[in-house]
């Protein structure tokens, strides 16, 4: 590493596995490259879904400060979706290198992303994970350490096996199968965009210690209906085949969502803006009237085309209360 310092941010959801690639940065840097290295994330409940955002620094001296990473030489998106979410992109210039998951090409993740002039890296790192039968965080660990231009290759390989392979051993050449396509598949383009420069901003929030209202009276929106849930998707959607279905209303029943649009008992199909992918309503459906497809592959990524009602304004605030697909089996 040439420079003085060196930092990291990820972008991510929980169940992502942005924090493990997180401490596998920080352990290169500190065990591996021989460096002053700091990594810590910052997410709220610990669930699938949640926003969740990893901070790595590496330092030739000594590390004296402990705050999110506000602008990265490096930074990492899981997921395009979360582009224009809060501070995302923030302190992103001409000098970071930025490495997306996504299945477009350069200009439109740029349109789509609204991303100032930087050097963006793409991939299709949930296809590589799947056809290595790998998780998405490794193909994007592979992806990064080309991007960072000076952390070698060799050191990735060998924590992944010290960690991940010494858990789950036959996993293990899977994982390393997704780290070297990432790291070879991975393509650069010097982009010089229109969309500013943004700065880094601490989160102000509305409601806090000193203007609660009595009795502990949550007020936030959260959970509402105008609540987009897309950012917490990972990856799959249900894909839905009208020509199979029988109206029965198991998806309906079972959707922990509400987003089956229902006319005169005719089953229109789900209002993509709320649902999170869970496929609950896959699992559960007796003829095969909704199938597992990857996001993006028969809707847009923003995908309201069911949604009856249109008139709606959407917002990007709060959480999501992630139900998976064996939650309707649960004896506890």
């Not at 001409?94 to 996504?102: C, H, K, Q, Y």
């Not at 994982?175 to 969309?195: D, F, H, P, T």
């Not at 601490?202 to 000193?210: A, C, E, I």
């Not at 869970?278 to 990524?301: F, M, Q, S, W």
């Amino acid at each position: 590493m040439d420079r003085e310092n060196y930092e990291i941010r990820i972008e991510s959801i929980g169940g992502f596995g942005a924090n493990l690639i997180g401490k596998l940065f920080g352990e290169i840097g500190a065990m591996y490259m021989g460096m002053e290295a700091q990594s810590f994330a910052s997410y709220g409940s610990e669930k699938r879904g949640s926003p969740v955002k990893s901070y790595i620094r590496y330092s030739k001296s000594e590390i004296r400060i402990n705050a999110p990473v506000r602008k990265p030489d490096l930074l990492g998106l899981f997921k395009l979706s979360l582009a224009d979410k809060e501070n995302t992109l923030a302190g992103i210039s001409e000098n970071t290198d930025v490495v997306i998951n996504t299945e477009l090409d350069f200009d439109e993740t740029v349109e789509k992303a609204k991303l100032p002039s930087c050097s963006l890296w793409l991939l299709n790192a949930m296809d590589i994970a799947v056809e290595c039968g790998a998780r998405l965080n490794i193909v994007m660990f592979g992806a990064m350490i080309k991007a960072s231009g000076f952390i070698p290759f060799e050191f990735a390989e060998d924590v992944v096996k010290n960690t991940v392979g010494a858990r789950y051993p036959e996993k293990l050449e899977g994982n390393l199968n997704a780290l070297k396509a990432g790291y070879e598949k991975v393509r650069l383009k010097e982009v010089k965009s229109k969309y500013p420069y943004t700065e880094y901003r601490d989160v102000q929030r509305v409601q806090g210690y000193d203007n609660s209202p009595i009795g502990g009276v949550n007020i936030s929106f959260a959970n509402s209906i105008t609540n987009n849930l897309e950012g917490c998707r990972e990856g799959f959607l249900p894909h839905y085949i009208r020509e199979k279905c029988i109206d029965c209303g198991l998806c309906d029943v079972t959707c922990p969502d509400m987003v089956f649009q229902f006319k005169d008992g005719v089953n229109m199909g789900m209002d993509l803006y709320h649902c999170k992918g869970c496929l609950r309503c896959v699992e559960i459906c007796p003829t095969k009237a909704l199938v597992v497809a990857k996001e993006g592959e028969h809707y847009d990524n923003r995908g309201n085309i069911y949604l009856l009602n249109k008139d709606f304004d959407f917002n990007y605030v709060g959480e999501n209360s992630w139900v998976d697909s064996e939650s309707y089996n649960n004896k506890e």
